[in-house]
């Protein structure tokens, strides 16, 4: 990094003089000497001009000085405090300097990395990249990027986009350290969810009903029993209001509808902090049994709610840094939902929580063993 500044120009030794002489005149008493005088006096006045030349050049350095002292300040503050990592590393490869952002990324004491070889700290897979990257910025003298990957002093695998260029004199070269784990991260994950999506055919292929006769409560109460241990672990507090109809016998999936509503509620502790409730509700509607799953977690936005149940999860910035992806597990169980003939949907606020329903139909059992 340069810093450019604009500096008082030294004045030369000639104009110095000039400008001792003036001084030292306007200085100077009106005395009339004796002849005898004139060359001691001579002697002195040169004397007393190269004093004030010297006093003016000392005030000339110091001015100069304070330039130099204030560039070097502002670039040290650039250098230390700015968000990107940088390294410099010698014509072998040590760290001879950087800043502190490349300390907290690596997290190690700046005393420590000091004189260490930085290819300790890559990967295995991303040592042959890395030695051909840097062999590349000290023979082409070309500002060279690429990717690799690091292990950092808490053993975590982060990766970083590395940008470097060789000093004028080819001994030193300079690199600047981005770290893209999260991007990389999310990268990874979209192909993950592009490949569930690949399999949803699979699935649905696979995908039948299995019909038998049951309780609604059975199913319910059966996922709450389940989910125990999950809940008093979270610190979450669960409420319940059944209509009478979950103690009729409906002919439905009783493996898929305790997944949906397992599922479901899974998804509420999961996603509501400890002292939140969780509320889950189950009313009759016309022929159809609509339960309720109601959380007071971190909400949906809603531009993200009609793509929930379509295989993708829209709302990873939100949810993906501290929970698992649920959105292909949405996907099937809407399909398991629309194969009994019901459907779901979500509503959401921000900062409020979420509200997941789907409804099943309340059919007669007659014929069915």
């Known amino acids: 990094m340069k810093t450019s500044s604009a500096r008082i120009p030294l004045t030369s030794a000639a104009a110095l003089h000039v400008r001792a002489e003036e001084r030292l005149a306007a200085k100077a008493s009106v005395v009339s000497l004796p002849e005898n005088r004139i060359s001691a006096e001579r002697i002195v006045h040169e004397l007393e001009v190269h004093q004030i030349e010297l006093e003016m050049q000392n005030t000339e350095l110091r001015e100069a000085r304070f330039e130099v002292e204030t560039a ?17 590393l010698d ?6 300097a950087m800043n502190l952002a490349a300390a907290n990324l690596l997290r190690i004491m700046r005393s420590l990395l000091i004189g260490r070889q930085f290819g300790e700290l890559v990967t295995e897979e991303s040592t042959p990249t890395y030695n051909a990257f840097i062999e590349s910025v000290f023979t082409s003298q070309r500002s060279e990027t690429c990717e690799i990957e690091i292990v950092d002093n808490a053993g975590l695998p982060r990766n970083l986009q590395v940008a470097a260029a060789a000093s004028a004199s080819g001994g030193e070269c300079h690199l600047a350290l981005i770290d893209i784990t999260d991007r990389r991260e999310n990268i ?34 059966s996922s709450l029993t389940m989910l125990k241990e999950k809940i008093q672990e979270a610190g979450v507090r669960i409420t319940s209001n059944f209509a009478v109809e979950v103690d009729e016998r409906i002919v439905a999936d009783w493996g898929k509808v305790k997944l949906i509503i397992f599922s479901l509620l899974s998804n509420a502790v999961k996603f509501t902090p400890a002292g939140g409730t969780v509320g889950v509700s189950a009313v009759r509607e016309g022929h159809f049994i609509k339960i309720t799953v109601a959380d007071s977690g971190i909400g949906i936005r809603g531009q993200d709610l009609l793509q929930l149940f379509l295989g993708v999860t829209p709302h990873t910035s939100v949810y993906t840094k501290k929970f698992k992806s ?17 459907t779901i949907w979500a509503e959401s606020e921000i900062g409020t929580g979420s509200r997941f329903s789907f409804t099943i139909p309340l059919r007669n059992c007659a014929g069915i063993t």
Do not use: W
């Open 72 to 88: 070097l300040e502002k670039y040290t503050d650039l250098y230390e405090f700015a968000p990107v990592g940088y390294l410099t």
């Open 91 to 96: 014509r072998n490869g040590a760290i001879s």
């Open 188 to 221: 990874l994950q979209k192909e993950q969810e592009h490949e569930k999506l690949e399999q949803v055919p699979t699935v649905l292929s696979t995908l039948k009903l299995e019909l038998s006769t049951f309780c609604l409560r059975d199913a319910l109460d």
């Open 326 to 342: 649920t959105g292909l597990g949405l996907a099937l169980i809407r399909l398991m939902v629309e194969l009994h003939g019901g």
